[in-house]
């Protein structure tokens, strides 16, 4: 396994400056964020452009990979996190477009994996979204075959604000839709596994890694803590609202030694990566780092 964070929080930082940073620090990968270049409105750690992948050459993508490997950081995936099954033609369209792009970059890379959401619609219920992902899907996972590339899902169900209720923005966060992917589509789809949305869905952790240990292609490390007397004041029908709060890992409820014993047990040996969404580290690039070095202090004794 190796050590790395996801490059998302430090938006108004190049790409370089990043790295170097990382690799003093001792990280040793990097989970290059790559949404669309754009001064519009972004959603909440999301929108950061380290590599702009619509303009990117394929000869400036081998430059970055190679000047990453000289600062000892290997390249865990590329990140793009929108929701290809939105409601919107339009946005769905730019969404698939983008994402095409951000393959093709991985592939001139030679990064083998992209990480993104399955997407889903709020107002339908999972079985109609998933009928939908079954006409939309096949499509871009070709394209990503085509360049020998492959799809993590996030198992995030996206239910953090009103504009995302009552459905989420992402379908691909329970064992009921995750058997489904994988008949689907194992081979080509994999899971970008992020433990904390266990914690607020009550799925059982082990067990979890467990069934679908051997399909985890990546690792978010990402801790979440209950509110409990939010949980109380709201109930657990309002979902992520009021009660369940991002944290570091080892500041929240995740049990990392069930974590990674059970990891261990499924034999994965791929990037552990620091996904940085606790409001308590914010504020300024120091106050992200203060946030990612605590991370790293307490996940390096199971990371070897």
Request: net charge negative.
């Amino acid at each position: 396994m190796k050590l790395g964070l996801l490059t998302a929080p430090f938006a108004d930082t190049p790409l370089g400056e990043v790295a170097d940073w990382a690799s003093s620090a001792g990280f040793e990968a990097l989970e290059i964020a790559c949404w669309p270049k754009s001064s519009g409105a972004a959603r909440r750690y999301a929108g950061t452009s380290h590599i702009d992948a619509a303009a990117t050459l394929a000869s400036q993508a081998k430059e970055i990979a190679a000047a990453l490997a000289e600062e000892n950081l290997s390249i865990s995936g590329l990140g793009f996190y929108p929701n290809p099954l939105h409601p919107d033609a339009a946005h769905r369209k730019a969404v698939i477009d983008h994402l095409k792009k951000v393959i093709v970059l991985a592939s001139h890379m030679g990064v083998p994996l992209v990480n993104t959401f399955c997407g889903g619609d709020a107002a339908k219920t999972i079985d109609a979204n998933w009928q939908e992902a079954l006409k939309l899907w096949p499509d871009i996972i070709a394209h990503a075959r085509d360049n020998g590339v492959k799809l993590a899902f996030e198992n995030c169900p996206m239910i953090f604000s009103y504009d995302e209720w009552p459905g989420g923005h992402n379908i691909a966060y329970s064992p009921y839709i995750w058997r489904r992917i994988l008949e689907a589509w194992g081979g080509d789809v994999g899971m970008n596994f992020d433990p904390s949305h266990l914690v607020w869905q009550m799925i059982d952790q082990a067990r979890f890694i467990r069934e679908f240990g051997p399909y985890m292609l990546h690792v978010h490390a990402k801790d979440l803590m209950i509110d409990h007397d939010g949980l109380y004041e709201r109930g657990i029908l309002s979902a992520g609202m009021g009660w369940q709060v991002p944290r570091m890992p080892g500041l929240g409820d995740v049990d990392w030694n069930v974590i990674f014993s059970g990891l261990y047990r499924v034999g994965y040996d791929g990037a552990i990566i620091i996904e940085h969404e606790d409001r308590r580290f914010e504020g300024s690039d120091d106050e992200v780092k203060r946030g990612f070095l605590l991370a790293r202090d307490v996940l390096r004794p199971f990371v070897k």
